[in-house]
C-alpha cells in the first residue's frame, strides 16, 4: 500500500491540493476571498527579490511565521487582506516585506526627483510606541536596500519630520492625528502612495481615529483603486492600490472601513483570533482591594531576575504604585499615556535591557508594543473589558515562550466576571470558587438570568461583536 508522504517531504511541485490543506491546518491558517494564492513554506518559495532574503537571513528570521506565510505572497500580488492574528506572531514583517519589494520597483526617491509627490507607501497604526515598533522593524530589512523611513507622530517636532519627508523618504509611518495634521499643513502630499498599512485598526477606532484615517485615505489618488468588481481584469503594468488592515476585531467602524477601502480583500485568519494564546498560564486571585499591595510583593518577590508588566488602570496609579515599589527596592518603572515621547521610550529602553524588571504601565502598553521576553503579567487592576485583558496578557508568553498571567481581582470588577470566567473556563485554567460561584460570573451583563441555555464564547471569535453589552 502506498503511504502518503507529509507535506515538509515533498518539493513545491509535488504539493497536492491535500498536502496543502494538512499544512493548512498544521499552521492554523484559514482563508475568505476568492482567487487565493497558495501560502509559502518557506522563505525559499516566497517570491520576494533576493535582497530581501538575504536581509530576512540576517535578521535570523529562520522559517517564516504562519501570517507571514499567508500574508506575503498576497501582498506581492498586490492583494488587499485584512489579517486577523494573535499578538507577537509577526504581522509586521507579513506587511513591511512585500511593502518594501514593491518599493524596490520604483525608483529612490531623493530631493530632486519625485519626493514632492510624497512616500511610495504609507503604515498607520493607533500609538506612537506601536509606529517606532514598526519603524524598526522596517528598518531592519529597509536600510539593506537603500529605502528610506521615517515615522510622523505626535510629540516630536513636526517641522523637522516635514523636512526628512521632503528631503525624499519611501515609507512612512504614522500615527493618524500626526499625519493628518501634516497633510493639512500641506507638509505632506500622498500623490504617490499606493501601498497602505491600517495596523491594529480596531484600536485606531477605539481611540477615536475614524475621521482622521479616512482623512488619509481620502487623500491618496483614487484612481489607483482596484475595479470594484473582482471579475474585471487588471491591467498588467498598472499599479494598484494595496490596502493591507490588521485587527483583532471586526467592529461595525472597522468593516465600513474595510467595505470603503479594500477591494476584493482575503481576509487571513491565524488559529483563533482573539483567544488567550495556549502558552500563557492564568491565575485569578479574589481579594479585598487593600491587600493587593502586599499581595503584589509576594508575586514580584518570586520573580528573580525575570521582568514583569504590572497593570493598573490610571496614570496616578501607575505612578503611585511604582514610587511605592521604588521604595521597597524593586527596580521600577513607569509607563502611561501622560509621560512625554522622552519620558515613554527611556522608560522602554530601560526596560528592554533589564535596567529595570518591573514596569508599571497602563493600557497604553496593552496592546501592539514589542517587549520581549516579558515573563510575568499581572493585572494589578482588572481592565474594564475581557477584550483588553486579552490584549494584557498577551504581552507574555510571545514567540513561543512560556508566560504567566495573575490578576488580583476584587468585587468592584463584576462587570467582567462573566467574560473572565468563560475565558478561565476555555483555556482550561483554574477558576477560584468566589469567583465560579457569585451571581455575576453567571449571567452575561444586560442579558436576562432566565434564559440559562445562551453562552458567549462568540466573543473569542473574529467578525462577532457581543450585541448586548453594558
Ligand atoms: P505582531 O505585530 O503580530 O504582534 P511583531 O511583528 O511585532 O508581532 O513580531 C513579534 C516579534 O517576532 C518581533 O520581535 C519580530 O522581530 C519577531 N519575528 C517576526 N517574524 C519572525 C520570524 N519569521 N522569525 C523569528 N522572529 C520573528
Ligand atoms: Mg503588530
Not at 360 to 388: H, K, L, Q, W
Amino acid at each position: 500500500m502506498r503511504v502518503h508522504r507529509h507535506w515538509t517531504e515533498k518539493k513545491l511541485e509535488e504539493m497536492t491540493e491535500r498536502c496543502w490543506r494538512i499544512f493548512r491546518e498544521d499552521f492554523n491558517i484559514s482563508y475568505k476571498g476568492s482567487k487565493i494564492p497558495r501560502p509559502m513554506r518557506c522563505w525559499a518559495e516566497s517570491k520576494l527579490r533576493p535582497e530581501l532574503l538575504k536581509a530576512v537571513e540576517r535578521a535570523g528570521y529562520k522559517s517564516p511565521s504562519a501570517i507571514q506565510m499567508a500574508a506575503i505572497p498576497l501582498g506581492l500580488q498586490q492583494r488587499d487582506v485584512i489579517g486577523i492574528a494573535e499578538t507577537g506572531s509577526g504581522k509586521t514583517a507579513a506587511f513591511v516585506l512585500p511593502m518594501l519589494n514593491y518599493i524596490t520597483r520604483l525608483p529612490p526617491l531623493s530631493e530632486e526627483n519625485k519626493a514632492a509627490d510624497g512616500p511610495y507607501a504609507v503604515v498607520m497604526a493607533p500609538t506612537r510606541e506601536l509606529a517606532k515598533q514598526i519603524e524598526d522593524e522596517t528598518v531592519k530589512f529597509a536600510h539593506y536596500l537603500g529605502i528610506k523611513v521615517v515615522s510622523i507622530v505626535g510629540g516630536r517636532s513636526i517641522e523637522e519630520q516635514a523636512f526628512k519627508i521632503r528631503q525624499g523618504c519611501e515609507v512612512v509611518i504614522a500615527t493618524p492625528g500626526r499625519l493628518i495634521d501634516c497633510l493639512e499643513r500641506r507638509y505632506i502630499v500622498l500623490n504617490q502612495c499606493n501601498y497602505v498599512v491600517l495596523d491594529e485598526a480596531d484600536r485606531m477606532i477605539d481611540m477615536g481615529f475614524e475621521p482622521q484615517v479616512v482623512g488619509v485615505l481620502d487623500a491618496m489618488p483614487s484612481s489607483n483603486l482596484k475595479p470594484e468588481n473582482e471579475d474585471e481584469q487588471l491591467e498588467g503594468e498598472k499599479i494598484y492600490r494595496t490596502t493591507y488592515m490588521f485587527t483583532a476585531t471586526m467592529p461595525p467602524a472597522v468593516e465600513r472601513l474595510a467595505r470603503k477601502y479594500l477591494r476584493n480583500p482575503v481576509v487571513v485568519t491565524i488559529g483563533t483570533a482573539g483567544k488567550a494564546t495556549d502558552l500563557i498560564t492564568q491565575h485569578v486571585i479574589m481579594m479585598k482591594e487593600s491587600d493587593k499591595m502586599y499581595e503584589l510583593q509576594k508575586l514580584l518577590g518570586e520573580l528573580g531576575e525575570k521582568t514583569a508588566i504590572v497593570f493598573v488602570n490610571t496614570k496616578k496609579s501607575a505612578d503611585s504604585l511604582s514610587k511605592a515599589l521604588d521604595k521597597a527596592g524593586y527596580r521600577v518603572t513607569t509607563l502611561h499615556g501622560g509621560m512625554s515621547q522622552e519620558q515613554r521610550e527611556i522608560s522602554l529602553e530601560g526596560f528592554r535591557t533589564n535596567r529595570y524588571t518591573v514596569l508599571a504601565a497602563t493600557d497604553v502598553a496593552g496592546r501592539g508594543i514589542d517587549i520581549p521576553d516579558v515573563a510575568y503579567v499581572i493585572n494589578f487592576d482588572m481592565c474594564g473589558s475581557i477584550e483588553m485583558y486579552t490584549h494584557r496578557i498577551g504581552r507574555t508568553g510571545r514567540a513561543g515562550k512560556k508566560g504567566v498571567a495573575t490578576t488580583l481581582l476584587t468585587l468592584q470588577d463584576k462587570q467582567v466576571f462573566y467574560d473572565l470566567k468563560q475565558m478561565l473556563i476555555q483555556s482550561s485554567s483554574p477558576v477560584p470558587p468566589e469567583l465560579a460561584r457569585h451571581e455575576a460570573s453567571k449571567f452575561k451583563p444586560g442579558t436576562i438570568p432566565d434564559r440559562p441555555g445562551r453562552r458567549n464564547d462568540m466573543v473569542f471569535m473574529p467578525f462577532y461583536r457581543p450585541l448586548v453589552s453594558f
